[in-house]
DNA sequence: ACCGTCAAACTGGCAC
DNA sequence: GTGCCAGTTTGACGGT
């Protein structure tokens, strides 16, 4: 795609990282989306056969019959599709990078000058708001996706680390009675609440029973942590 | 000739 | 009533 999109889309994503600028050229290369067909097509859109020069805007206002696309909604045959010279295009694109919307007046000068209906500009404008939007929606999507891929890393470091700990658990320090300065046995021992240090169980606490250990906050197995 | 992509244009629904 | 949006249709165009 490189530096200049060929659809020129402006985006404005609310992304860590990445380009918010809604200024020109804001898209940074995602690749996904309109891919290189444009640029080249861009070079040889709208050039008469003859490759000769041709007015500004070759593609303007239809001579056919207006009143029948107005109620030509599902007739029997819509107006052949116009493609939008470049020169038009880049007029457009360049009102578009000031205001994403148009006011009537804006719309109707708009028209004029780009010999388009004010509906075809109105079209327009609402094409380019979904492509831009389109486009952001990607861009949020690959971040979504990369921050799923490191939150479920983190995740499993996280697993892996209560693992550990609970190995650890298995295996109780050993602590000295203050009194015999003799190894007290595991079943001598509970933790502090206050401050989460292992001492020696007094004896009502050890008859007293506890709850069971709640699996996703277990103990902590020693002071040293 | 066929297919995929892009964009112009249309449609119906909704908010104001 | 008007404008916008999401979804859809359709034609132009390039690539194979």
């Known amino acids: 795609m ?41 070079l040889d859109m709208n050039q008469p056969a003859s490759g000769g020069e041709e007015e500004e805007f070759p593609m303007g206002i239809v001579e056919e019959d207006e009143e029948e696309r107005g109620a030509g909604a599902g007739g029997p045959h819509r107006p052949k599709k116009l493609r939008l010279s470049k020169e038009q295009s880049r007029l457009l694109e360049e009102s578009f990078r000031l205001n994403h919307t148009l006011t009537p007046k804006q719309k109707e000068a708009l028209a004029v000058k780009l010999k388009l209906r004010p509906r075809q500009v109105e079209v327009w404008f609402q094409n380019r708001r979904a492509r831009t939007k389109l486009k952001q929606t990607e861009l949020e999507c690959e971040y979504l996706k990369r921050c799923f891929g490191s939150l479920t890393e983190e995740n499993r470091r996280l697993q892996r680390e209560v693992e550990e700990l609970r190995a650890m658990r298995v295996a109780p320090p050993t602590v000295l009675s203050p009194h015999t300065r003799q190894p007290l046995p595991a079943s001598a021992l509970t933790m502090c609440p206050r401050c989460e240090r292992v001492t020696a169980a007094t004896a009502t606490a050890a008859r007293t029973p506890r709850p069971a250990a709640n699996p996703y906050h277990p103990r902590r197995p020693s002071a040293a942590f």
């Open 2 to 42: 490189g530096s200049t999109s060929p659809s020129g889309l402006e985006l404005t994503m609310a992304v860590p990282g990445l380009s918010s600028s809604s200024g020109s050229e804001g898209f940074v290369g995602c690749g996904a989306g309109n891919g290189n067909g444009n640029a080249m097509r861009d």
